[in-house]
């Protein structure tokens, strides 16, 4: 995957495995190279995801195997983001089931302000979709972002992505 974010000024080219859950959807494993993109360095990291609880899909560690950068998919419960607000220095959650994560985010926004170093990030249900139909075995993606839109392509297909911040972290506002 390439790499191109004008507003962060990162540009890089990204090879790895995924390892997919049998559980998981092509539209959540696109969901998650996504969320990728968005916060792409040379440090972050896919890790067990689905199949552990006490770690996120992605993270970023530093040299002290701190998490600096905790990122969830999908409605985890209130006390999943608790523990990942104590654990790490940023939560980002990415949400992406529009009618499921408009009622979780109604129960629980309240409760997620007093966190100020969690983020939610709701991306449009066509988008993912769309993306979702992109992926096969041996993608080349190429992700473009500037002006918070993303612009994610495998040669054939292109999709313009718009998330919408439901909550900013400190550092965001």
């Not at 607000?85 to 985010?105: H, M």
């Not at 839109?149 to 495998?154: G, I, K, P, T, Y």
Request: proline letters at 3%; a negative charge; one cysteine or more.
């Amino acid at each position: 995957m390439q790499v191109s974010d004008m507003d962060r000024h990162y540009y890089g080219d990204h090879q790895f495995t995924l390892a997919r859950h049998p559980s998981e959807t092509d539209e959540r494993m696109m969901v998650r190279l996504l969320a990728f993109a968005l916060n792409a360095s040379d440090t972050l990291q896919f890790t067990r995801g689905l199949s552990t609880d006490d770690e996120p899909d992605i993270w970023q560690k530093n040299m002290s195997d701190d998490i600096e950068l905790w990122i969830d998919l999908g409605q985890p419960d209130e006390k999943r983001v608790r523990k990942a607000c104590g654990r790490a220095d940023k939560v980002l959650i990415y949400c992406y089931q529009q009618s499921g994560a408009q009622s979780w985010w109604e129960q629980h926004c309240n409760k997620f302000q007093r966190f100020d170093n969690l983020g939610i990030i709701m991306i449009p249900e066509d988008t993912v979709a769309a993306i979702g139909q992109m992926a096969e075995r041996g993608m080349q993606l190429q992700c473009t972002i500037q002006d918070a839109r993303l612009w994610f392509s495998n040669g054939d297909q292109a999709v313009e992505i718009a998330p919408q911040t439901w909550k900013s972290t400190r550092d965001e506002r």
